[in-house]
Nanobody, 120 residues
Framework: QVQLVESGGGLVQPGGSLRLSCAAS????????MRWYRQAPGKQRELVAG??????????NYADSVKGRFTISRDNAKSTVYLQMDGLKAEDTATYYC???????????WGRGTQVTVSS
């Protein structure tokens, strides 16, 4: 049974930092691309960052809005993906979700999310 459990959210002042974690289980973590999404109130869920599988070198991609401020990484030994968020802005306020698409049936799995609030 695939499970994704996010943690690390909270309230932070503009310019501050947070590190989100997503602990994965129920599938062979190292074989899969992992993604972070976010959804702000009244807005659609959007892709924030992705990292390729541990067997593909762990290449990363980012939304333009977070490039240079956020860093996605993975620890295959711990089956955990991270999102380091620096230089946080009010517009980064959202619920952040971890995501994986598992083969062979390409089922989309989501965690329950962790809330990030950036406010003074």
């Amino acid at each position: 049974q695939v499970q994704l459990v996010e943690s690390g959210g909270g309230l932070v002042q503009p310019g501050g930092s947070l590190r989100l974690s997503c602990a994965a289980s129920g599938f062979t973590f190292t074989l899969y691309r992992m993604r972070w999404y976010r959804q702000a109130p009244g807005k659609q869920r959007e892709l924030v960052a992705g990292i390729t599988s541990g067997t593909s070198g762990g290449s990363t991609n980012y939304a333009d809005s977070v490039k240079g401020r956020f860093t996605i990484s993975r620890d295959n030994a711990k089956s955990t993906v991270y999102l380091q968020m620096d230089g946080l802005k009010a517009e980064d306020t959202a619920t952040y979700y971890c995501n994986v698409v598992v083969l062979p049936d390409t089922t989309n799995y989501w965690g329950r999310g962790t809330q990030v609030t950036v406010s003074s």
